[in-house]
């Protein structure tokens, strides 16, 4: 069984096609004092995701459900988008460019949709093209089903794997117990689908009677982050724990994370609701932290403008106001941390842009840029 005990231990991940050895590293939560922000786009009340089109123009999506198209200082807004239900951590979520979308305009987004007979919502993602200052040609590609009343825990975050398929996430939304363990149910899970919202065929859990096909693996919390790594194309989750025990994982298909089996984390109450940390079965997650930084945006710093940051993963911390740096060795191994950012503000999310700079979501200031002192 694969074990990691943090903050003083890391546990050595085995990257695709090839195992690793264990290895252990102790470390604490460094200062870097060398970056600032520089704020790009200002007054944004909870800019929750990003997207940066060949033009150099930026789409913002408000939690509220606001679409804005950014470019030389001018903000424009979308018309056309879904109808949310905004409403404590629902809303208009996630925003992602198709991989080729210089020959075929297609936008992705995930948002709390109140599609369905029940009252509530769940997850949903959907496709558009912007024509103008409006999306056209809407389309629902899944929907995540019952609605529930409960308003938290939706996810959710979207990446490409460059093969054709979309990957995104949806929280347990609220229930625990029910949700993230049963693959015949919506909710706790990585989904994967084909770009067009069909199902692939070599999905896990294809031809199973009941289940739910797109999912490629199962047992998380509420993963607001989520990364291809560019060298490996590992698929790098980062999930909400709840007293303590945020987790980042390497979502692989089939694969079982654990909640609420396992945790490294209590209820916020303080007491326990289980008396594990591994079963047979249950993945094991690269990294975690006690107490909880409650993690929102992912991103690997790659060929980027900082050269000192190159290779390592960036997290943003809604609990404590900064961004969190994971050092990683080539083979996966996180071997250290860093903090960012100080006191800069809650960081809803962490993108790295085309241009090779680090873009930040800050709640109640907008989209900044990352530079050096």
Same mark, same amino acid.
């Given at each position: 069984?694969k074990k990691i005990f943090i903050?003083a ?5 085995t990257?695709i096609g090839c195992?690793q050895?264990t290895?252990?590293y102790?470390f604490e939560l460094?200062q ?6 520089e704020i790009?786009v /200002?007054e944004l009340?909870n800019p929750?995701?990003?997207a ?11 939690k509220s459900?606001e ?8 903000k ?5 988008? /879904?109808?949310?239900?905004?409403r404590?951590q629902?809303g ?5 460019l198709?991989?080729?979308y210089?020959?075929?305009?297609w936008? =992705?987004?995930? =948002? +709390? +949709?109140?599609?369905g ?7 949903a993602?959907?496709?558009a093209?912007?024509?103008?200052t ?9 929907k ?12 959710s975050?979207i990446?490409f &794997?460059?093969?054709g398929?979309?990957?995104?996430t949806?929280g347990?939304?609220g229930?625990r117990d029910?949700n993230?363990?049963?693959i015949t149910? &919506? ?7 084909? &770009?067009d919202g +069909?199902?692939p065929k070599?999905?896990p859990?294809?031809?199973?009677s009941?289940?739910k096909?797109?999912i ?7 993963p607001q982050g989520?990364?291809i790594?560019p060298?490996?194309g590992?698929?790098?989750v980062?999930?909400?724990? /709840?007293?303590?025990g945020?987790?980042?994982?390497i +979502?692989?298909?089939g694969?079982?994370y654990?909640?609420p089996v ?6 916020y109450?303080? $007491?326990?609701?289980t008396?594990i $940390?591994?079963k ?5 997650p690269?990294?975690?932290?006690v /107490? ?9 710093v ?5 050269s ?8 943003g911390?809604l609990k404590?106001?900064?961004v969190?740096r994971?050092l ?10 860093e903090?960012?950012? $100080? ?9 790295m ?8 979501g800050?709640?109640?200031k907008g ?7």
């Amino acid at each position: 069984m694969k074990k990691i005990f943090i903050l003083a231990l890391v546990f050595a991940i085995t990257s695709i096609g090839c195992a690793q050895e264990t290895k252990k590293y102790d470390f604490e939560l460094k200062q870097n004092d060398i970056y600032t922000i520089e704020i790009i786009v /200002p007054e944004l009340v909870n800019p929750w995701g990003l997207a940066f089109l060949p033009d150099g123009a930026m789409l913002i999506t408000e939690k509220s459900g606001e679409i804005i198209h950014y470019k030389d200082g001018k903000k424009t807004m979308i018309t056309g988008g /879904p109808e949310v239900f905004s409403r404590n951590q629902g809303g208009l979520l996630d925003i992602q460019l198709h991989p080729d979308y210089k020959n075929n305009g297609w936008i =992705y987004m995930t =948002y +709390s +949709s109140m599609e369905g007979e029940e009252e509530g919502a769940h997850t949903a993602l959907m496709r558009a093209k912007l024509e103008g200052t409006s999306l056209t040609n809407t389309e629902v590609l899944y929907k995540g089903s019952p609605n529930t009343r409960k308003a938290h825990h939706f996810g959710s975050r979207i990446v490409f &794997d460059g093969k054709g398929h979309v990957y995104f996430t949806i929280g347990d939304r609220g229930a625990r117990d029910e949700n993230p363990q049963d693959i015949t149910r &919506d909710g706790g899970k990585v989904y994967r689908i084909n &770009d067009d919202g +069909s199902i692939p065929k070599d999905n896990p859990f294809v031809g199973q009677s009941g289940v739910k096909e797109a999912i490629w693996s199962y047992g998380h919390r509420n993963p607001q982050g989520m990364i291809i790594h560019p060298k490996t194309g590992e698929i790098w989750v980062h999930e909400h724990g /709840p007293k303590g025990g945020d987790e980042v994982n390497i +979502s692989q298909a089939g694969k079982n994370y654990g909640w609420p089996v396992i945790s490294y984390g209590i209820n916020y109450s303080g $007491t326990t609701f289980t008396d594990i $940390t591994e079963k047979e079965g249950m993945e094991q997650p690269v990294y975690y932290w006690v /107490p909880s930084i409650a993690p929102s945006g992912m991103a690997f710093v790659n060929k980027s403008k900082y050269s000192d940051l190159d290779g390592s993963i960036l997290v943003g911390s809604l609990k404590f106001n900064y961004v969190e740096r994971l050092l990683l060795k080539e083979n996966g191994v996180v071997y250290g941390r860093e903090k960012l950012l $100080t006191d800069t503000g809650r960081m809803r999310n962490v993108v790295m842009g085309p241009d090779g700079y680090i873009y930040l979501g800050i709640e109640g200031k907008g989209i900044a840029r990352m530079t050096k002192r």
